[in-house]
């Protein structure tokens, strides 16, 4: 029987996001590790390698394609109630340990992750996605930036169709790689998580390329929103906190920032739930920073008004939610507050048509056939 690796170099193409170097050494961009990779080797990654001085990069599947509401990305300032067609890959550059997509992103690490390719093209998706009624396609549940190449391409047909895109991801990019995509990204959420480089070396990564991605996408017009994942006793102290918040606020103070409950997963199972008074905590952190949207997630209902946005100017609710529920909707067709006509930062659609679905659920996915070994 094949290895996952084996099948996965059945469904591949040479990458847009490198550069040859001499005796066969290729240099990827794809994320912050920029790995210098030898003739028959892979990258850190483990989805990119290098086959006779290219550098091939994966094509043509999905590990998983699921409709999401926009909340559940979550972006909160963009198209609220929309759905957003989610399609991930496998692979990561990172291996945390708390993981929740670690079924994907761990697939090429760990032999208990288990997620069989699916065939895809960019059409049938893009089909799908419209079929379903979604606004946004996403690509997400693994690290999209170390497959690039196959969302643009997915991205260009949604695009084609009238979507809008978006990346869910850990931020470890590139100049080169931010370049690429933007003209094809429209909203970019970034889990910010730690303010220390040490942390983020236990996750398999450093501290800085993530710290220039988010100044750089927000320079760059793409719309941001971040998360961290508040870990008890890993990101919790009120120093990396306020350390988060305020580079957050020395980026721009309109970009929201999302502070998440941990819940034991993979294999952090040690911390326990992040409780509601933890998120309320980080909250004020960031408020007291000077950041304008500041929202708590994963503990529906527990958070008082942590949940919805109000206009930063004269407090009046604009959004209600519970959970990924849209409770009420009041922005102007412009996205400002009815009541002192303050634009609300955001892409906002000009009228709310609704919520298809608060709950994620499952796409027909006959015409995706699993990827089997066999002839490149
Ligand atoms: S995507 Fe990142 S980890 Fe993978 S080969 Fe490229 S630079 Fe290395």
Same mark, same amino acid.
């Given at each position: 029987?094949?290895?996952?690796?084996?099948?996965?170099?059945?469904?591949?193409?040479?990458?847009?996001?490198?550069?040859?170097?001499?005796?066969?050494?290729?240099?990827?961009?794809?994320?912050?590790?920029?790995?210098?990779?030898?003739?028959?080797?892979?990258?850190?990654?483990?989805?990119?390698?290098?086959?006779?001085?290219?550098?091939?990069?994966?094509?043509?599947?999905?590990?998983?394609?699921?409709?999401?509401?926009?909340?559940?990305?979550?972006?909160?300032?963009?198209?609220?109630?929309?759905?957003?067609?989610?399609?991930?890959?496998?692979?990561?550059?990172?291996?945390?340990?708390?993981?929740?997509?670690?079924?994907?992103?761990?697939?090429?690490?760990?032999?208990? %992750? $288990?997620?069989?390719?699916?065939? &895809?093209?960019?059409? *049938? @998706?893009?089909?799908?996605? #419209?079929?379903? +009624?979604?606004?946004?396609?996403?690509?997400?549940?693994?690290?999209?930036?170390?497959?690039?190449?196959? %969302? $643009?391409?997915?991205?260009?047909? &949604?695009?084609?169709? *009238? @979507?809008?895109?978006?990346? #869910?991801?850990? +931020?470890?990019?590139?100049?080169?790689?931010?370049?690429?995509?933007?003209?094809?990204?429209?909203?970019?959420? $970034?889990?910010?998580?730690?303010?220390?480089?040490?942390?983020?070396?236990?996750?398999?990564?450093?501290?800085?390329?993530?710290?220039?991605?988010?100044?750089?996408?927000?320079?760059?017009?793409?719309?941001?929103?971040?998360?961290?994942?508040?870990?008890?006793?890993?990101?919790?102290?009120?120093?990396?906190?306020?350390?988060?918040?305020?580079?957050?606020?020395?980026?721009?103070?309109?970009?929201?920032?999302?502070?998440?409950?941990?819940?034991?997963?993979?294999?952090?199972?040690?911390?326990?739930?992040?409780?509601?008074?933890?998120?309320?905590?980080?909250?004020?952190?960031?408020?007291?920073?000077?950041?304008?949207?500041?929202?708590?997630?994963?503990?529906?209902?527990?958070?008082?008004?942590?949940?919805?946005?109000?206009?930063?100017?004269?407090?009046?609710?604009?959004?209600?939610?519970?959970?990924?529920?849209?409770?009420?909707?009041?922005?102007?067709?412009?996205?400002?507050?009815?009541?002192?006509?303050?634009?609300?930062?955001?892409?906002?659609?000009?009228?709310?048509?609704?919520?298809?679905?608060?709950?994620?659920?499952?796409?027909?996915?006959?015409?995706?056939?699993?990827?089997?070994?066999?002839?490149?």
């Amino acid at each position: 029987m094949s290895s996952l690796q084996e099948v996965l170099q059945k469904t591949v193409r040479e990458g847009e996001l490198y550069e040859k170097l001499d005796r066969g050494f290729v240099r990827c961009y794809a994320c912050g590790h920029c790995c210098r990779i030898p003739d028959g080797q892979l990258g850190v990654c483990k989805v990119r390698y290098n086959e006779g001085g290219k550098l091939l990069v994966p094509w043509g599947y999905v590990a998983c394609a699921q409709c999401d509401p926009i909340e559940k990305k979550p972006f909160f300032h963009a198209y609220p109630g929309a759905l957003a067609y989610s399609f991930g890959m496998l692979g990561c550059d990172l291996h945390c340990a708390y993981c929740q997509n670690w079924v994907t992103s761990q697939a090429l690490r760990d032999p208990s %992750a $288990v997620s069989p390719p699916l065939r &895809a093209t960019p059409e *049938g @998706l893009v089909e799908d996605a #419209v079929q379903q +009624g979604a606004k946004v396609v996403v690509s997400t549940y693994n690290e999209p930036l170390i497959t690039s190449e196959w %969302a $643009v391409e997915v991205f260009k047909q &949604a695009r084609a169709a *009238g @979507l809008a895109t978006g990346f #869910v991801s850990n +931020g470890n990019g590139t100049p080169q790689v931010l370049q690429y995509l933007r003209p094809w990204v429209d909203l970019y959420k $970034v889990d910010l998580k730690s303010f220390d480089d040490r942390h983020y070396r236990q996750l398999g990564g450093r501290m800085q390329p993530i710290l220039e991605t988010i100044r750089r996408l927000h320079a760059m017009g793409f719309w941001v929103e971040i998360v961290t994942l508040i870990v008890p006793g890993f990101n919790d102290s009120e120093h990396e906190l306020q350390r988060m918040a305020e580079f957050l606020v020395s980026v721009s103070p309109d970009i929201p920032w999302h502070v998440t409950a941990f819940h034991p997963d993979y294999k952090m199972t040690a911390p326990e739930n992040t409780s509601s008074r933890t998120l309320q905590r980080a909250a004020q952190i960031g408020k007291a920073a000077g950041l304008r949207f500041v929202y708590a997630g994963n503990l529906p209902g527990r958070t008082g008004e942590l949940e919805n946005t109000y206009c930063p100017n004269c407090r009046q609710l604009l959004i209600a939610r519970l959970g990924f529920h849209v409770l009420d909707y009041r922005l102007t067709a412009t996205g400002s507050c009815p009541r002192c006509g303050a634009a609300l930062p955001g892409r906002w659609a000009a009228e709310f048509q609704g919520q298809i679905t608060d709950q994620p659920y499952l796409p027909r996915l006959q015409r995706f056939d699993r990827v089997r070994a066999g002839r490149r």
